[in-house]
């Protein structure tokens, strides 16, 4: 596998013999990164929207002639953020493929496609659905499952996408454009029998994945929704029963990928606010800080003014998910210690602790905190208890998580924003020709580069 030249002297330590395996599975999460970074923008400017319109909306009379239209706008926004898991596709196939207008319209078309095949698999009205009217039935899916009115009344029903699938289609349509439209079959050698072969392969891939989607995540909702109907029934078992932190596991680990309220798996009301509050105020917003401190000399200039807005609007509105992502993207290793292990853990140890959160508020974020938690304390009609307690643990999961992603990303030679193939330079550069080698095996990548770099030369010439 042909690998790029890096002029970087500490990222050439990525390259070295020994450590050659993971020096190649480090340069290909970097080039994968490279390619959703602007769906991690898209994101974020999404994501400032609907943080200003939450807030609006939760603090004014729903009587006020202003009310609808702000909502309106409101479910807009969450939408389009919904559709994040869609551009991610995207940008990954165009990104490594040849044919990059191909690649941009199958997608779409086989994403369709995905969503529909899975109508096929739930039964059932919003708020109580079923998979296949087996005995996996009156699942809550307000949050979980998407709806969509169609023709003369049918409803398109499907679980809802996160960007780990949008990653895993983009990179299989990449792939499969690749290898049948550069194909040197004879078959193949008219430019239309290419394009239906390369349509036929990606939408009965596209199939395949809705089946295998919803299959999987419609029994694991079910599983996770009846420990929390177990839980709520048991008092006891709220403070003392493992199977509640196996869940909260599972409800970090899938849920917060799709970037809406899946925390309302969540058993009590408190837990939901909760983790939004250590997520928002603590954990991601020092996610971003080691991710600037980890940039190279000079470099951190650049890596503020990539993460400084992703931190801000963590920290004032508890839009959080877009520096969750990056963490995905730069490291899955990490978000699984952290996301996964780490923040579930204290958190349940803290509320295992007896932490107690009366009050649901709407999102987590310093403004709503200010409002609704630390002001009603100061007049004495508060309807938190133990803020301290929140703080304590809030301050000890950012310390742990922070500490072991720098120590990480230094170990490992992790390149972040600011240093390595994620320079500026590096971010800029609009040719994703080189990058070809993520979706191509080494001879096959080898043999279309030589083609390219003669085409390039006749052309040239």
């Known amino acids: 596998m042909k690998t790029k030249q890096i002029n970087n002297n500490e990222t050439n330590k990525r390259l070295i013999p020994k450590n050659r395996i993971f020096a190649l599975m480090r340069l290909f999460m970097t080039d994968v990164f490279k390619a959703v970074l602007l769906p991690i923008a898209i994101l974020t400017f999404l994501s400032i ?7 609006i909306v939760v603090n004014i009379d729903e009587k006020s002639s202003s009310y609808y239209h702000l909502n309106v706008a409101w479910q807009v926004i969450r939408e389009l953020i919904n559709l994040v898991p869609l551009f991610t596709a995207l940008s990954i196939a165009v990104a490594f493929s040849f044919n990059k207008s191909l690649a941009a319209i199958l997608t779409i078309i086989g994403w369709a496609m995905m969503l529909m095949i899975q109508s096929m698999f739930i039964y059932g009205e919003t708020g109580s659905f079923s998979y296949l009217n087996t005995s996996i039935k009156n699942i809550e899916g307000t949050e979980i499952i998407d709806t969509y009115m169609g023709y003369k009344g049918f409803k398109l029903a499907f679980v809802r996408t996160n960007v780990l699938l949008g990653f ?15 194909s040197k079959s004879k078959r193949l050698f008219l430019w239309i029998n290419k394009v239906i072969l390369t349509s036929l392969t990606i939408i009965g891939l596209s199939i395949a994945f809705g089946i295998l989607h919803v299959s999987l995540m419609m029994p694991l909702i079910y599983l996770v929704q009846q420990v929390a109907t177990t839980v709520n029934s048991n008092q006891t078992m709220v403070n003392n029963n493992s199977n509640t932190l196996v869940a909260y596991m599972l409800i970090l680990g899938l849920n917060i990928l799709n970037f809406d309220k899946g925390f309302e798996l969540m058993f009590l009301a408190k837990d939901t606010t909760y983790f939004d509050l250590i997520l928002s105020m603590f954990v991601a917003p020092f996610l971003g800080m080691v991710f600037i401190i980890s940039a190279n000399k000079g470099r951190q200039t650049y890596a503020v003014s990539i993460y400084a807005i992703s931190i801000i609007i963590s920290l004032l509105f508890g839009q959080y998910h877009s520096l969750i992502i990056t963490l995905f993207f730069l490291s899955p290793l990490m978000y699984f210690v952290i996301i996964v292990l780490i923040t579930p853990f204290i958190s349940w140890f803290a509320i295992l602790s007896g932490l107690t959160i009366t009050t649901n508020m709407p999102n987590g974020g310093w403004i709503v905190f200010i409002k609704d938690v630390l002001i009603p304390t100061g007049k ?6 133990d803020i301290w307690t929140i703080f304590c643990f809030g301050i000890l999961i950012s310390i742990i998580t922070s500490v072991s992603l720098y120590y990480y990303i230094k170990k490992a030679y992790v390149s972040v924003v600011g240093s390595g193939l994620l ?25 279309v580069l030589q083609e390219h770099e003669n085409l390039d030369k006749n052309s040239t010439s």
């Open 380 to 385: 004495g009609v508060t309807g938190f208890k």
């Open 423 to 447: 320079s500026k330079e590096g971010i800029q550069d609009i040719n994703k020709y080189q990058d070809a080698y993520v979706v191509f095996d080494k001879k096959t990548y080898q043999k």
């Open 168 to 182: 895993l289609v983009g990179y299989l349509n990449a792939k499969i454009v690749n290898l049948i439209y550069l």
């Open 49 to 55: 929207v609907n943080g200003v319109l939450q807030t």
